[in-house]
């Protein structure tokens, strides 16, 4: 089995547990956290796969998401901060 799909299976499997977190996390903020920590897994997991494939446009489809996924956990945490957006 391919190093990089072993990587993507462990990604997966953490993708699952910060999915419980989402769903039992007592507070909102261990929510908005547990979410971000998916989108990073998100990320993580589509860099190996164009990594595995290399097909590029899989690294620049995670840079893109990275970047709007930053942007809206800044506006995330101004919301429950209590700021107005």
Same mark, same amino acid.
């Given at each position: ?22 769903? @039992? ?19 993580? &997991?589509?860099?190996?796969? &164009? ?28 919301? @429950?901060?209590? &700021?107005? @957006?």
């Amino acid at each position: 089995m391919n190093p990089f799909m072993i990587a993507l299976v462990i990604i997966f499997v953490s993708i699952a547990v910060a999915i419980i977190r989402v769903l @039992l996390g007592p507070t909102v903020p261990d929510r908005v956290v547990a979410l971000d920590t998916i989108n990073t897994l998100v990320i993580a &997991g589509m860099i190996l796969f &164009g990594t595995a494939t290399k097909m590029l446009i899989y690294i620049d489809v995670a840079i893109v998401y990275a970047l709007l996924s930053y942007i809206t956990t800044l506006f995330i945490a101004k919301y @429950l901060q209590g &700021g107005e @957006l």
